[in-house]
């Protein structure tokens, strides 16, 4: 079966730096994406690797190593407008995305 | 610009009637998908539709049914709901180009009481 783990819910203090770990077991592999959900709104996109290596975006970083079914999102300088749901999701062999529960990232001053 | 817009926002449904989540695209983008998201599981594909007058079954496709007669709208509907299809509704859309890069934006949603 096709499988997303992603740890449920983390802690981290404003301006601090946190890396929410994403692993995968999936039909084939196509890429791999991170959202960002705000509580009560849309999932928006936030980044995409298909090759391994670290993709960085301002505050935000992604990482990918496809051997190990393993992905990575680092935000540096947590601000608290940073607490929401991340959600990890990987694109299969049907160009289908599967996607991870999600890890809740709560922020404290 | 709008983007994607769904209706309704929220609504409480009595189990056994019949209802229909509208969503409404104006991207022009091809693809365009139905999820359902419950707490504690990911997303899950309910249907998608690949381009205009085809669709598709996704992971949990029993209980609803879909249509895409023109690029911009693709409406969801629950022929006779039951409590376990109280869920937050989420339509998106990606302009697929098959390489797999394709983005999907994600309406507001819609949150579905079924009593």
């Known amino acids: 079966g096709q499988n997303i783990d992603q740890p449920t819910e983390m802690t981290a203090t404003e301006g601090a730096i946190v890396q929410i770990n994403c692993t995968y077991q999936t039909s084939g592999f196509n890429g791999l994406f991170w959202y960002q959900q705000h509580a009560g709104e849309a999932p928006t996109f936030l980044s995409y690797n298909v090759l391994d290596g670290l993709e960085e975006k301002g505050r935000f970083s992604s990482f990918l190593s496809r051997s190990k079914g393993y992905s990575y999102l680092l935000l540096k300088e947590l601000q608290m407008k940073d607490s929401a749901s991340y959600l990890c999701a990987v694109m299969d062999s049907n160009y289908q995305l599967i996607w991870g529960a999600g890890t809740k990232l709560i922020i404290k001053p | 610009t709008a983007g994607i817009t769904q209706a309704p926002t929220s609504q409480i449904l009595a189990a056994g009637r019949s209802m229909t989540l509208r969503c409404t695209q104006d991207?022009?983008?091809?693809?365009m998908y139905w999820y359902r998201q419950d707490l504690g599981l990911g997303l899950r594909l309910i249907h998608y539709?690949?381009?205009?007058?085809?669709?598709g079954k996704g992971e949990v496709p029993d209980g609803y049914s879909v249509s895409r007669a023109n690029t911009d709208d693709f409406p969801l509907t629950l022929a006779s709901a039951v409590p376990s299809q109280t869920s937050v509704y989420f339509c998106?859309?990606?302009?697929?180009?098959?390489?797999?890069?394709?983005?999907?934006?994600f309406g507001p949603g819609t949150r579905l009481t079924v009593l």
């Open positions: 539709s690949n381009t205009a007058g085809t669709t």
């Open positions: 991207m022009r983008h091809n693809a």
């Open positions: 998106a859309s990606s302009d697929s180009s098959g390489t797999g890069q394709d983005e999907q934006f």
